[in-house]
């Protein structure tokens, strides 16, 4: 597309991840965001006028009418994500799926397949890839200065209630494998530089009312002979989030959301690795960037597919 021409975005899905994605693209030159898709239209017209946004919807297909509309984000319910994508890409935009593609291979194939015989860019919001101290150790391994051996993960939260990441009471429920376990499946296959070809999992009791398991564990192992231990709870009363041990044969390191050290937990300046250090924000970078472009991006739904397989194994092994 022509490089000077603002992109005009549709954003669905007015929730704590939506408003990240809203945050980040304030800071990005030619693009702006001229609908707000949603359930709740007094909540959405609300993010709306706080964001300057003129178009708001509960339907997602009044968005894609739009001729200016150029490409969507997609930041609603797990369950939607593969749907939509497919729909935003036959109606021909641009698409970025939040985080996971799919909750299903078939689903997740199928998007590939869309975006495939659509010739757009369509990508996913594999946030760690983008993340700076993540993209640190990348760029190491990258330059051949460091080999990764092992990674020891913890993604741990407290939701014994179903609520999103504001706290507020969410209509959908989260997935430990689907969701939370993807993010770390396609890191460890992107920093080892190898594919994935063995991966086990164990799950703990089912939630009588959320009818999930709310703990698991995920053994992986690279072609390359990396391993990885991935630990995953709902049930983990403090501290939150993800927290990342990479042992290396040059060195170990500890990456706390952008904050990265080594393993003596000195701190290490990551924030020369990118423009911002904020992870969405790049992430979106990465999209638009890619669409001027005419190229594939980082993170496209084809790189990511391997992930959703090696997922879908895991599952079968659970069920």
Wanted: overall charge negative.
């Amino acid at each position: 597309m022509n490089s000077k021409k603002t992109i005009k975005v549709a954003l669905a899905g007015a929730g704590a991840f939506g408003i990240k994605h809203l945050d980040g693209i304030k800071n990005i030159d030619g693009v702006e965001v001229v609908s707000l898709v949603s359930r709740d239209l007094e909540k959405t017209r609300e993010v709306a006028d706080k964001y300057g946004i003129a178009h708001v919807s509960t339907d997602l297909a009044d968005s894609l009418a739009l001729p200016e509309v150029d490409a969507v984000i997609l930041c609603t319910p797990t369950q939607m994500h593969a749907a939509q994508a497919i729909q935003c890409l036959e109606a021909g935009k641009h698409v970025q799926v939040e985080i996971p593609m799919a909750d299903s291979l078939a689903d997740a194939e199928a998007v590939v397949a869309a975006q495939k015989k659509s010739g757009l860019v369509a990508m996913c919001g594999h946030t760690r890839r983008f993340n700076p101290s993540h993209q640190w150790i990348h760029k190491k391994v990258a330059a051949g200065e460091l080999h990764l051996q092992q990674m020891d993960v913890q993604t741990y939260f407290f939701r014994r209630t179903n609520t999103n990441a504001l706290g507020q009471a969410r209509s959908w429920t989260d997935h430990l494998l689907w969701h939370h376990a993807a993010h770390t499946v396609d890191l460890f296959a992107y920093q080892a530089g190898s594919p994935i070809v063995q991966a086990n999992a164990i799950q703990g009791p089912i939630h009588p009312v959320l009818g999930i398991a709310m703990d698991m564990s995920i053994q992986l192992k690279a072609a390359n002979g990396a391993i990885c231990t991935l630990s995953l709870s709902f049930n983990n009363d403090g501290p939150l989030g993800t927290y990342f041990r990479y042992i290396g044969d040059t060195g170990t390191y500890l990456a706390r959301y952008d904050d990265l050290f080594n393993g003596k937990d000195e701190k290490i300046d990551v924030s020369k690795v990118d423009v911002s250090m904020n992870g969405i924000e790049l992430q979106d970078r990465e999209f638009f960037a890619a669409i001027r472009e005419g190229r594939e991006p980082n993170a496209s739904v084809a790189q990511v597919l391997p992930c959703y397989q090696v997922l879908h194994k895991l599952e079968q092994q659970l069920s």
